[in-house]
Every structure is written in structure tokens, then in C-alpha cells.
């Protein structure tokens, strides 16, 4: 089953991952809760749309903007709808 690992922890886990372009999308209810921080970054996807993110933050470990998602896919990126996506120190692990 994939799993998303931050500093040794699994921070989500699912058998219902997407892959688009390469990259894992995780349900957004497979992710812990406890280790998010909002962060107003937001970027932009000429096909899926505005992204937001999330600050990773446990025991003293932050990293900010390592967890991605897009509140509002274009018809295009459906497939990403309610789910996150990860990158920086995160590891994915299928």
C-alpha cells in the first residue's frame, strides 16, 4: 500500500493513490492531521489549476510547502480532487 513518510513517520497512507504526471495523490482524508500547518503559498498549473499548500510540522521538524493540493481542479485534473500530493523531504513509497 503507499505510504507518504516524513522524518521516519508515515504521514498517510492509502490503496486509492491517483497518479498524475508521475506523482502519487493521496486521499485527502489519509492525511494526518496532526502534522499540518496552513501556509498561504498557492501556485498555478496551466492544466489542473491553483494549487495550495501545507507546512509539515512535528517534534521540532518543519517544512513548509510539502504537501500540495488543488481546492478547485480545472475539468481536466478531476482526478486530483480531494487529494494531496507530496514533494521536499517527504518520501513516497509504493
Not at 513548509?64 to 480532487?81: G, Q, S
Request: hydrophobic residues 35%; negative net charge; charged residues 30%.
Amino acid at each position: 500500500m503507499p505510504k507518504a513518510i516524513w522524518n521516519d513517520e508515515v504521514i498517510a497512507e492509502s490503496d486509492d493513490t491517483v497518479v498524475v504526471e508521475g506523482i502519487q495523490y493521496f486521499p485527502r482524508e489519509s492525511l494526518r492531521e496532526d502534522v499540518l500547518a496552513p501556509s498561504d503559498t498557492h501556485t498555478i498549473c496551466p492544466w489542473k489549476g491553483r494549487a495550495s499548500y501545507y507546512t509539515l510540522t512535528a517534534n521540532g521538524h518543519t517544512t513548509p510547502d510539502a504537501v500540495w493540493f488543488y481546492p478547485e481542479p480545472k475539468p481536466d485534473a478531476k482526478a486530483v480532487r480531494d487529494r494531496v500530493a507530496f514533494w521536499k523531504d517527504v518520501r513516497v513509497e509504493a
